[in-house]
């Protein structure tokens, strides 16, 4: 190691050159000779120098290469205590010299100097010097600096130490109080790291084995050091064991483990830049780190600017990690989740790399600075950990659900659940609704069918069926447990009393109306709903929270019956409730609020709907914080609110908060974060960007195939919403077999009359009028004004749209006073909900008609109307602008106005094709426009 590196003119030496001095050592001092002369060269140099390294206690069987020191007393006062290895004869008679006189020194200041001569002075470059042969061990360590030398421990290593040393008082010692009371103490004298002191003992002949405890390292060790260093050990031990059965041929493992590899005793001679490159050539060089995280749910690493550093190096520079947790973290994580499923979740949202603090307020603030301006910045360092963890504790998560599947008790009967609905939440839903059934299964056979614990089971198994998609079955098993429930005796109540067993009643009833509202049967719903209010009411009264979750849920089928008015009143009772119950800033009162936003927005009160929205992420951003997923989902909300005002481009930016954050939490592969990239993809449908949201569709889908069965409602909605990003990109083959694709999925789970239905028939119709299957149209879009009348729906904005899509058709077909009848009824509703950035539509449509039936003044009144309209609610950019300037260019045209006429057809081309291809119907019909127009005279 160093020893000391001199700055300043030496009388010592009597030159200015500054020289190392490595020095050896191991034990304690005996002998008053070696002990003064080492206390002499020690005190000499601490006066000649500044900011030199501490040289440790004298030593015994010491060897010091170039102009060094080896002390190995024999007696008080022998002069034989002390041998030089020096470069030259010369040099070595001198400080022979030198120390012989001085040995008796009382004082430093008595020190003299070594008469000036060649025999001190550097070897002249190309001149041959004699020298005395030096043992291995004093070549390869006056070689190394004792940091980063490429060298690591074998895993015989650290069996062996463990054994030796963490016994007794030290078996719990963390990683920082044995490296002063082990790893400090016995390198002190040679002021080496551990493996060079092995490299030392096994060349003095002192030990054996340094070959198979030390050798070039294959394995970076990041951790913290306030870890037990036994659970480190044993994460290195299990990853050495687990590549040793993987690669059976492979040399055997040595790691990177700076508490051995490292010079503990010149750690703070170093500049920050010199260690921030240092380690990333070292983790570059050894490819591949080992990071040991504990606690399972709020990794220690990750709260320190330094194990950071490591981290970012690897992922940064691509380098492989493996994130490794002791074993007791298993037991750990199983205890989380036996009292909350979310403990995964929660702890997913809790990781941020931005939290971690250094010892050095600089070194903090420098590493967050070369992180946060790297490629992959806190983000993308952040998404790769939680990737690792999320696979570490669904892979264990998994493992004890397995171990628990074998048990037949209560207790495991209980922890199983909880491990299943963990899984569950990030899409394991094939493993959850197994074990699911597995627990079903125990409490069948410890208690009998009737049974609470039985019904509860069941319950849990009808809300995972519909979690699948499969509404029919949840609604089967929900009814099988209510059932059970209502006829239960005292005595089968398993330790419930009466009022417990009336509070789960009711909640069932509440799930069966949700597997009727998803099956599209609002009415059924309903009745539920309304019959079970003054049956929760008879519990404990009106101010419950049972109470406000059937107010909140009555309000919700009220919405899908379009009766507004009742859905806010249920909403309004359900939030006086919370309130008194929770506060106004309570997450659960937040939720309430939220479904007076949705009955706002469906009644068409966008103002007020983003006013209820915003609150309610204030609550939650108070409550959770950004990266929450309750946060996201009302990032999620506010991006609807946002569209249904038409400010598109703040849509666009809530739905790619409300991405990320789900991203960070659950990783890409979750129905979440498909859901999320759909209302990306819509925001850039809605602004015209047709290729960005196919390519976002396209994202969402891969997601969606990977997670769901195929013939889930989801994947249903959205090939309805890919037939009409078809249809607008002008592809109608593609949107005619994604519409297709469509109606397959949701008229197997949905009746033909749920509002879900209506929307694909609007596509439908739309794709025939493209086609010119004018006949199929017509029945299309009657049957989508029928299911939105049917559902009470009829003042809805939609309905307006798809009354607006239907005289389109009637005006290609030639049917002008059906045309002008429905645009008129749409214009109504539009009106009535105050829905300005809509009404585009049927005015435009309105100007086709006026041109059609030979009303040019007329039609350029009513087009003129409509694209400041979609100017100002969709940009000069929009496909939809260019429909419009089209229509100005013919009326113009009709007009005779033909400069006119050609600025406008012009503009609409430009525009067109900004987004559209060349052979879109709508580009082709203003190439006719143009073309028509060259052949009039101006």
Same mark, same amino acid.
């Given at each position: 190691m160093?020893g000391?590196?001199l700055?300043?003119r030496?009388?010592l030496?009597?030159r200015?050159q ?7 050592a191991?034990?304690?001092s ?6 003064r002369s080492?206390?002499?060269f020690?005190?000499?140099s ?6 030199a390294?501490q040289?440790?206690?004298a ?9 060094a ?9 022998s002069?034989?205590?002390l041998?030089?290895?020096a470069?030259s004869e010369?040099?070595?008679a001198?400080w022979?010299a ?15 100097a070594p ?9 002249v470059?190309?001149?041959a ?8 061990a004093?070549?390869r360590i006056a070689s190394?600096?004792?940091?980063f030398d490429?060298?690591?421990i074998?895993?015989a ?16 010692f963390?990683?920082?109080?044995i ?5 400090k103490?016995?390198?002190?004298a040679l002021?080496?790291s551990?493996?060079q002191y ?10 054996s084995g ?14 913290a050091?306030?870890?037990?260093l036994?659970?480190v050990?044993?994460v290195?031990l299990?990853?050495a064991?687990k590549?040793?059965?993987?690669n059976?041929k ?5 790691f ?6 490292n010079n503990q005793?010149?750690?703070e001679?170093h500049?920050?830049d010199?260690?921030?490159?240092t ?5 570059m060089?050894i490819g591949q780190v ?7 749910d ?9 194990c950071l550093?490591?981290i970012h190096?690897?992922l940064?520079?691509?380098v492989?990690?493996?994130i490794g947790?002791?074993?007791?973290q ?16 929660n702890?997913?949202v809790?990781?941020d ?7 050095k307020?600089e070194d ?5 600075r070369?992180v946060?301006?790297?490629?992959l910045?806190f983000?993308?360092?952040?998404d790769?950990?939680?990737g690792?963890?999320r ?5 264990t998560a998994?493992?004890l ?11 495991a009967a209980r922890?199983?659940?909880n ?6 939440e990030?899409n394991?839903m ?9 627990v079903?299964?125990i409490?069948l ?8 614990e039985t019904a509860?089971s ?5 809300h995972m ?6 509404n029919a079955?949840?609604l089967e098993?929900?009814e099988?447990a209510?059932?059970?429930?209502t ?12 009022r ?5 009643v009711?909640?069932?009833r509440?799930?069966?109306a949700?597997?009727h509202?998803a ?6 719903a309903l009745?539920?709903?309304l019959e079970?209010e003054p049956?929760v ?6 101010n419950?929270?049972l109470?406000?979750?059937t107010l909140?849920?009555t309000?919700?089928?009220?919405n ?6 009742? @859905? /806010?009143q249920m909403?309004d009772r =359900?939030?006086?409730i919370?309130?008194?119950? +929770?506060g &106004? *800033? #309570?997450?659960i009162?937040a939720n309430?609020?939220?479904s007076?936003?949705v ?6 009160d ?8 915003q609150r309610?992420l204030r ?5 959770y914080?950004?990266?929450?997923t309750?946060?996201a989902t009302?990032y999620?909300n506010?991006g609807?609110a ?9 849509a666009?930016e809530?739905y790619?908060?409300s991405?990320?954050?789900?991203l ?6 979750h129905?979440?974060c ?7 993809g ?10 960005? @949201? /196919?390519n976002t569709y396209e994202? =969402?889908?891969?997601?969606?195939k990977?997670? +769901?069965p &195929? *013939? #889930?409602p ?10 009409l ?16 694709k469509s109606f397959?999925?949701l008229l197997?789970?949905?009746?033909p009359?749920n509002?879900v239905v ?12 493209g086609?010119?299957?004018?006949a199929?149209?017509h ?9 939105f009348q049917?559902n009470?729906?009829?003042g809805?904005p939609?309905?307006a749209?798809?009354?607006?899509d ?5 005006i290609?077909?030639g049917?002008?006073?059906? @045309?002008?009848d429905?645009l008129?009824q =749409? ?7 105050n829905? &300005?950035?809509?009404r585009a539509?049927?005015l435009h449509h309105?100007g086709?008609?006026?041109?059609k039936?030979?009303?040019?003044s007329?039609?350029?009144?009513f087009?003129?109307?409509a694209l400041?309209l979609r100017?100002?609610f ?5 496909p939809?602008?260019?429909?419009t300037?089209?229509?100005?260019g013919?009326a113009y ?10 600025e ?7 525009t067109a ?6 052979k879109h119907p709508?580009?082709a019909?203003?190439n006719?426009a143009?073309a028509?127009l060259?052949?009039?005279?101006l």
């Amino acid at each position: 190691m160093e020893g000391y590196l001199l700055h300043e003119r030496r009388k010592l030496l009597g030159r200015k050159q500054s020289r190392k001095f490595f020095v050896l050592a191991e034990g304690g001092s005996s002998g008053e000779g070696g002990g003064r002369s080492l206390q002499w060269f020690r005190d000499a140099s601490r006066a000649e120098r500044k900011g030199a390294v501490q040289l440790g206690a004298a030593c015994t069987a010491t060897v010091l290469p170039g102009l060094a020191l080896l002390v190995q007393p024999t007696g008080p006062g022998s002069r034989d205590a002390l041998t030089l290895v020096a470069e030259s004869e010369e040099q070595r008679a001198a400080w022979l010299a030198v120390f012989a006189k001085n040995n008796a020194a009382t004082s430093p200041a008595a020190v003299a100097a070594p008469p000036p001569s060649a025999a001190v002075a550097p070897p002249v470059e190309g001149k041959a010097a004699t020298k005395t042969k030096a043992p291995s061990a004093v070549k390869r360590i006056a070689s190394k600096k004792g940091f980063f030398d490429g060298l690591g421990i074998s895993v015989a290593f650290i069996r062996k130490f463990s054994a030796e040393h963490l016994v007794g008082d030290r078996a719990d010692f963390t990683t920082a109080q044995i490296c002063e009371a082990v790893v400090k103490e016995r390198t002190r004298a040679l002021e080496c790291s551990y493996v060079q002191y092995l490299q030392q003992a096994a060349d003095s002949g002192s030990s054996s084995g340094v070959d198979i405890d030390v050798g070039k390292a294959k394995v970076f060790v990041s951790h913290a050091w306030k870890y037990k260093l036994r659970d480190v050990f044993t994460v290195m031990l299990e990853y050495a064991d687990k590549y040793a059965a993987e690669n059976p041929k492979a040399p055997p493992l040595f790691f990177y483990f700076d508490l051995f590899c490292n010079n503990q005793h010149a750690t703070e001679s170093h500049p920050f830049d010199w260690w921030c490159s240092t380690f990333q050539r070292n983790i570059m060089s050894i490819g591949q780190v080992l990071l040991v995280m504990a606690p399972w749910d709020d990794p220690v690493p990750l709260t320190r600017a330094w194990c950071l550093w490591e981290i970012h190096c690897a992922l940064d520079g691509k380098v492989p990690l493996t994130i490794g947790l002791p074993p007791d973290q298993r037991g750990a994580l199983l205890q989380g989740v036996s009292e909350s499923f979310s403990v995964i979740t929660n702890a997913l949202v809790r990781i941020d790399a931005e939290r971690s603090e250094a010892f050095k307020q600089e070194d903090r603030d420098n590493i967050h600075r070369a992180v946060q301006e790297s490629e992959l910045g806190f983000d993308g360092l952040n998404d790769r950990v939680k990737g690792r963890l999320r696979d570490w504790y669904l892979t264990t998560a998994l493992e004890l659900a397995e171990a628990k599947a074998q048990e037949e008790t209560e207790e495991a009967a209980r922890v199983l659940s909880n491990l299943a609905w963990s899984l569950n939440e990030f899409n394991e839903m094939s493993h959850a609704s197994r074990f699911l059934e597995r627990v079903h299964a125990i409490f069948l056979k410890l208690f009998g069918e009737i049974h609470l614990e039985t019904a509860n089971s069941l319950k849990a198994m009808g809300h995972m069926a519909g979690n699948r998609g499969d509404n029919a079955a949840c609604l089967e098993i929900l009814e099988r447990a209510l059932q059970i429930l209502t006829s239960l005796t005292p005595e089968q109540l398993g330790g419930y009393d009466e009022r417990s067993q009336r509070e789960l009643v009711a909640d069932t009833r509440k799930a069966v109306a949700a597997a009727h509202r998803a099956l599209g049967h609002p009415s059924k719903a309903l009745a539920i709903l309304l019959e079970l209010e003054p049956y929760v009411h008879a519990i404990d009264g009106e101010n419950t929270q049972l109470m406000a979750n059937t107010l909140v849920d009555t309000a919700a089928v009220y919405n899908d019956v379009c009766d507004f008015t009742k @859905a /806010l009143q249920m909403a309004d009772r =359900a939030l006086k409730i919370n309130i008194s119950l +929770l506060g &106004e *800033n #309570h997450p659960i009162t937040a939720n309430t609020i939220e479904s007076m936003a949705v009955t706002y927005r469906l009644m068409g009160d966008f103002p007020n709907s983003l006013q209820a929205t915003q609150r309610v992420l204030r609550i939650n951003l108070a409550v959770y914080g950004l990266n929450h997923t309750a946060t996201a989902t009302s990032y999620a909300n506010m991006g609807m609110a946002y569209d249904n005002l038409a400010e598109h481009a703040k849509a666009r930016e809530a739905y790619q908060r409300s991405f990320e954050v789900f991203l960070h939490v659950y990783g890409e592969m979750h129905t979440i974060c498909a859901a999320s990239l759909m209302n990306v993809g819509l925001a850039f449908h809605r602004t015209g960007k047709l290729r960005e @949201a /196919l390519n976002t569709y396209e994202r =969402a889908a891969v997601i969606y195939k990977q997670v +769901l069965p &195929e *013939n #889930h409602p989801d994947i249903g909605q959205v090939s309805g919403n890919y037939a009409l990003l078809h249809y607008d990109m002008g592809d109608l083959d593609k949107a005619q077999v994604r519409i297709q694709k469509s109606f397959a999925i949701l008229l197997k789970e949905y009746e033909p009359t749920n509002i879900v239905v209506a929307y694909s028939r609007n596509w439908e119709g739309l794709i025939c009028t493209g086609r010119k299957k004018y006949a199929d149209g017509h029945k299309a879009f009657q049957t989508c004004i029928e299911i939105f009348q049917k559902n009470e729906c009829g003042g809805h904005p939609d309905m307006a749209r798809a009354m607006c899509d239907w005289a389109a058709l009637c005006i290609e077909d030639g049917k002008l006073d059906r @045309a002008d009848d429905l645009l008129r009824q =749409a214009s109504s509703i539009l009106n009535a909900a105050n829905s &300005e950035a809509k009404r585009a539509l049927p005015l435009h449509h309105q100007g086709v008609l006026a041109l059609k039936r030979g009303k040019p003044s007329e039609a350029l009144s009513f087009f003129e109307q409509a694209l400041a309209l979609r100017h100002r609610f969709l940009g000069r950019d929009h496909p939809f602008c260019a429909f419009t300037e089209r229509g100005i260019g013919e009326a113009y045209a009709a007009l005779n106005k033909l400069t006119e006429a050609r600025e406008h057809l012009d503009t609409a081309q430009t525009t067109a094709l900004l987004e559209l291809d060349a052979k879109h119907p709508e580009v082709a019909k203003i190439n006719a426009a143009i073309a028509a127009l060259k052949s009039k005279p101006l």
